[in-house]
């Protein structure tokens, strides 16, 4: 194998996302064998223990971390991953036998016997999504579907000849199958996700792992090419030939080439012409090929030439909200932008009903008067859990004031909290959780009692990047599941374009819209692969452009006060 190739791994990485059109980023995994490697590595530790499987899911969406023995949660990776000794009861086969797995005790014995644990006894290990890998990684893993794997498989065979992939531990998907044993063998190796696995972390249906040993990357990637170039359809190859152009990418594809051809035997091979590939440590470009969601027709708010002003203590009144006319339709994700102080949280509280405007209507659901009738939901900027009550209880409490019955309310609420990563925390009190959980707390509250819009009032203020990244990432994955109308103001505009469908932007006060923005990029979205998309670059720069002249004038304004 030509170990120089590794030079560009983060390029061969970007390669097989676009010629796969894989939707989850691919994660590098890193072993460390001592303390000192360990304190090296520059990733972020996991905060709260937490399982492999879920850590690795958590890569495939863009973030890094390391960890050790106290940060695996799940029994089943601590002894794959070598942090706790293998017991009679696993070895006997008993433990697999007693869930029901295998159908006797020397079929269990036999099958757990195969189980690859880590040899060498390591310290703890890193996670990374591999297009951010400064190092090469031990193993990678690839989450995707049947065909994706197939052509996997098959890039592998076509450069080092056929193997035995197919992985029997449904217990171990991740930990073992995935990570130990490619680790190990030095062999591709293919696993579906075990069913613990797809219940704590919400695999989506139809995904199976697949992992490579770093050593055999490149060479699986060249092969994966040529076997496309082999048995694809032009059609296919021109797909994944956009792609790579919307990449700028470099892709060996050669139309007229596939054994089914009918042409093929006539014409001599095509290559097309793309820009050499930027070798990069940003992670991958999402390739899924999924159109922005056309505009519903049915109305949800309408605001009707909307009004606002403040009364001071001197008696004057600052007019905040000018004449403002804003139609927001079922389902739409969107954000209003603007000035510091120009009306933006006054024009969602005019929305949200905690205000009344000075003229003007707001018209829920085309039909204007008492807002009670509506169920709406507002997540503002400060903390608002109450003190004395549990996670649990807090999440509960919209619940309790309808009268949802007890076993109904945990049964919602355990739910909403395995999706935003609290569960575990249902006793915990708020003064013992991190800012980023107590917003996610606030978020699956207000999701708890089903609103049929959401409010949110700066909601990430004050979090750290990391944080705010994975917060805006649970918040997506709400939507996407859910389909509630949000309405969001923020001041940063990488949130607004990144989770929206449509921004507002506000001019300086008195507020009114001086434009509109449809956000084009395609759902489902990664918060940190979005952002280096040609698209978002070319949307932020457009808005700023507009927002910074507001910026400039709110400030002379101010300055002349």
Not at 16 to 42: H, M, N
Not at 110 to 128: H, N, V
Not at 334 to 352: E, Q
Not at 368 to 393: A, E
Request: proline share 5%; charged share 25%; with cysteine.
């Amino acid at each position: 194998m030509n170990y120089n190739k590794y030079i560009n791994f983060e390029a061969y990485a970007e390669k097989l996302s676009c010629a796969l059109g894989l939707k989850r980023q691919l994660v590098g995994v890193t072993f460390f064998y001592s303390q000192s490697e360990y304190d090296l590595a520059d990733d972020q530790e996991i905060k709260a223990p937490t399982s492999y499987c879920a850590m690795v899911r958590m890569m495939t969406l863009g973030h890094a971390r390391k960890a050790k023995f106290e940060h695996v949660s799940c029994p089943g990776a601590q002894r794959a991953l070598g942090f706790v000794p293998v017991d009679e009861e696993f070895s006997s086969g008993k433990r697999y036998k007693s869930l029901g797995l295998y159908k006797d005790i020397q079929c269990a014995k036999e099958t757990a016997a195969e189980i690859c644990l880590l040899k060498d006894k390591i310290y703890g290990f890193s996670l990374r999504p591999l297009g951010t890998c400064v190092m090469p990684p031990h193993v990678i893993i690839s989450i995707c579907d049947p065909n994706q794997a197939m052509r996997l498989v098959q890039g592998y065979i076509y450069s080092f000849g056929p193997v035995q992939p197919m992985g029997s531990m449904g217990m171990q998907g991740v930990c073992a199958e995935l990570t130990v044993r490619p680790h190990q063998t030095q062999e591709i190796n293919v696993s579906l996700l075990c069913s613990n696995t797809r219940y704590t972390c919400s695999w989506e249906d139809g995904e199976l792992g697949v992992s490579l040993p770093y050593s055999a990357f490149v060479e699986t990637v060249e092969g994966v090419i040529s076997t496309i170039n082999s048995a694809e359809s032009d059609k296919k190859k021109e797909s994944l030939m956009k792609r790579a152009d919307e990449m700028n990418l470099k892709m060996d594809v050669q139309l007229g080439t596939a054994y089914y051809s009918p042409k093929a035997s006539k014409r001599a091979p095509v290559s097309k012409k793309i820009a050499p590939s930027k070798v990069s440590n940003i992670a991958q470009v999402s390739t899924k090929t999924v159109c922005a969601p056309t505009k519903p027709e049915k109305l949800s708010i309408s605001v009707k030439n909307v009004t606002k002003a403040h009364s001071l203590k001197s008696n004057e009144k600052i007019h905040v909200v000018d004449n403002i006319s804003l139609d927001i339709y079922d389902q739409e994700f969107v954000t209003i932008v603007g000035p510091s102080g120009c009306g933006k949280s006054t024009l969602l509280s005019l929305m949200a009903g905690l205000s009344e405007p000075d003229s003007g209507q707001i018209i829920f659901h085309g039909k204007s008067g008492d807002k009670s009738n509506f169920n709406l939901g507002y997540i503002s900027q400060i903390d608002t859990l109450l003190p004395w009550r549990t996670v649990q209880g807090n999440v509960e409490i919209g619940l309790e004031l309808r009268g949802i019955p007890k076993a109904e309310r945990k049964i919602i609420v355990a739910k909403l909290m395995k999706q935003v990563g609290l569960n575990g925390f249902e006793k915990s009190y708020p003064f013992e959780l991190s800012g980023g959980m107590k917003k996610r707390a606030a978020v699956i509250r207000t999701l708890a009692y089903d609103p049929d819009i959401i409010f949110m009032d700066e909601p990430f203020v004050g979090l750290d990047v990391q944080t705010r990244d994975e917060l805006e990432e649970d918040i997506l994955n709400i939507w996407h599941e859910h389909r509630k109308t949000i309405i969001l103001v923020t001041h940063d505009l990488t949130e607004a374009i990144t989770l929206s469908d449509r921004v507002i932007l506000l001019t300086a006060r008195p507020a009114v819209i001086k434009s509109e923005y449809e956000v084009p990029l395609p759902r489902p979205r990664s918060i940190v692969e979005i952002k280096f998309t040609n698209e978002f670059v070319k949307l932020h720069k457009q808005i700023w452009n507009d927002l910074s002249a507001e910026v400039l004038k709110s400030s002379k304004d101010n300055d002349n006060e």
